[in-house]
């Protein structure tokens, strides 16, 4: 049996439905399930956030889901919170489609929903970001500047893709990161003065691998909090 989470699913043929998964060991895995209909229907598991056990198989890209179970209750998530988890799955969704190396996410991302179930911090995206891009190999370094010298926290930084972070000036410019949140990042002891820095610098980094379309979740999230 495999253990994992729906990302995203969407109805496929009669009683049918087709799910992204975040499969332990395996990363983004697609599959068809069997949802039924009537006593027998499994949609009340079929969702986001609801820790499955299953059975996958198949030969092609396209796998059968089945014999789903549910792990263990589904993860309470509310507020903003709940389009947090939104952003996470869509994330990995557009993410994971074009990179398939992520076999050792699930864990950070189990923790990343239980935490956020408990309360809801940015820290805890960020930190699921950086573990994003590690997994997939596409973090810079967070030690050496573009020339080899270590960061340092009083000087900015501006982030070049195939370089990695280019000292700039003493002072804060646009499209400039300081050093004392990328070394707090590192660190993982990010506090509220780094927040700005360090959203604006996962969104630069996460963006070419995102695709052209705008994140649906981050607009649900702006319409609901920031309006």
């Known amino acids: 049996m495999e253990r994992g989470y729906i990302l995203h699913h969407r109805p496929y043929k009669e009683a049918q439905a087709l799910v992204n998964l975040l499969v332990d060991g395996h990363g983004r895995v697609d599959a068809v399930a069997r949802v039924g209909n009537g006593k027998r229907s499994n949609k009340a598991i079929i969702q986001p956030f609801q820790p499955l056990i299953f059975n996958l198989s198949g030969k092609g890209a396209l796998k059968n889901l089945t014999q789903v179970e549910a792990a263990a209750p589904a993860i309470p998530l509310q507020a903003e919170s709940l389009y947090s988890g939104m952003y996470l799955n ?121 695709g052209a379309k705008p994140l649906v979740s981050r607009a649900l999230f702006l319409s609901k909090y920031k309006s």
């Open 90 to 210: 869509e994330l990995l969704v557009r993410v994971l489609s074009v990179h398939h190396e992520a076999h050792s996410l699930f864990q950070t991302y189990h923790k990343t929903l239980i935490e956020l179930a408990k309360e809801f911090d940015q820290i805890h995206l960020r930190l699921f970001e950086y573990e994003l891009l590690q997994e997939l190999g596409i973090m810079p370094s967070l030690r050496n500047d573009s020339s080899g010298e270590p960061l340092e926290s009083n000087i900015y930084y501006r982030f070049f893709e195939e370089e990695g972070f280019r000292p700039y000036l003493n002072t804060k410019m646009n499209n400039s990161y300081s050093g004392a949140s990328l070394i707090a990042l590192r660190d993982d002891e990010i506090a509220e003065q780094h927040y700005k820095d360090l959203k604006y610098l996962m969104r630069q980094i996460l963006q070419p691998h995102l």
